[in-house]
């Protein structure tokens, strides 16, 4: 069965500081990696995906993630914050091979920037 | 545009009253699905369609059916809604293309049962 874990619930950071955000995740097949962020009152935006090509994945409004099969991890990163990225960020698992599956959601990390 | 489209937005509703959130989209997609979001626990899916007239259960189906008459429509429907059904909900589609594609998501409906 696939999993997400994301190790924290709440980071905090000031604007101008780099920003990680933390996942785990467990699958028993090639998994499909995402990372989504969701804004107060909006729906859910792909910021990046890792699909078995490279393992640095970048994203939108400079966000990366790398993929690191040996520590199953999936951490979401990006080297100066900025106000704007204030939000709730989900990490998410799905089956790479049944492209017909469920995402699984983690828990999702509330981002807080300030100033 | 590309979207999603989800209505209504908002609803406050009592026990019992039939009601049935609409979802749309614009892309083409063969791939619909539902999700509740509630805090601390993420989203969870709760039916998904894979094409025309084949849908099927998520990992919290109770309490809803959904439907897949039209490629573009997947309605979601509570025919005697609960407090617990009090939710944030999300619409998705995704085309099946080669991989595994990224879902889109409509801007949600925050359901209220009284």
């Known amino acids: 069965a696939q999993s997400v874990t994301q190790l924290d619930s709440h980071v905090s950071v000031s604007e101008g500081t780099p920003v990680l955000l933390r996942c785990n995740y467990s699958?028993?097949?090639?998994?499909?990696l995402f990372w989504y962020v969701q804004h107060p009152n909006k729906g859910l935006q792909l910021l990046l995906k890792?699909?078995?090509?490279?393992?640095l994945v970048k994203g939108i409004n400079g966000f990366e993630a790398e993929f690191k099969k040996s520590e199953t991890s999936f951490h979401l990163t990006k080297p100066s914050a900025h106000m704007s990225d204030a939000a709730e960020y989900f990490c998410?698992?799905?089956?790479?091979?049944?492209?017909?599956?469920?995402?699984?959601f983690g828990k999702g990390t509330t981002l807080s920037v300030s100033s | 545009e590309a979207q999603v489209t989800q209505n209504p937005r908002y609803l406050i509703t009592v026990t019992g009253k039939k009601l049935t959130v609409t979802c749309s989209q614009n892309?083409?997609?063969?791939?619909m699905s539902w999700y509740r979001q509630d805090p601390g626990l993420g989203l969870r899916q709760i039916y998904y369609?894979?094409?025309?007239?084949?849908?099927d259960k998520g990992d919290v189906p109770e309490g809803y059916k959904v439907s897949r008459k039209e490629k573009r429509n997947f309605p979601l429907i509570l025919e005697s809604p609960s407090p617990n059904q009090t939710s944030l909900y999300f619409c998705?589609?995704?085309?099946?293309?080669?991989?595994?594609?990224?879902?889109?998501f409509g801007d949600g409906t925050r359901l209220s049962i009284l």
């Open positions: 998410v698992v799905s089956d790479a091979v049944k492209a017909g599956t469920a995402l699984i």
């Open positions: 890792y699909t078995s090509a490279a393992t």
């Open positions: 892309m083409n997609h063969e791939y």
């Open positions: 699958s028993s097949y090639s998994p499909s």
């Open positions: 998705a589609s995704k085309t099946q293309g080669v991989g595994n594609q990224p879902q889109h």
């Open positions: 369609s894979m094409n025309v007239e084949v849908t």
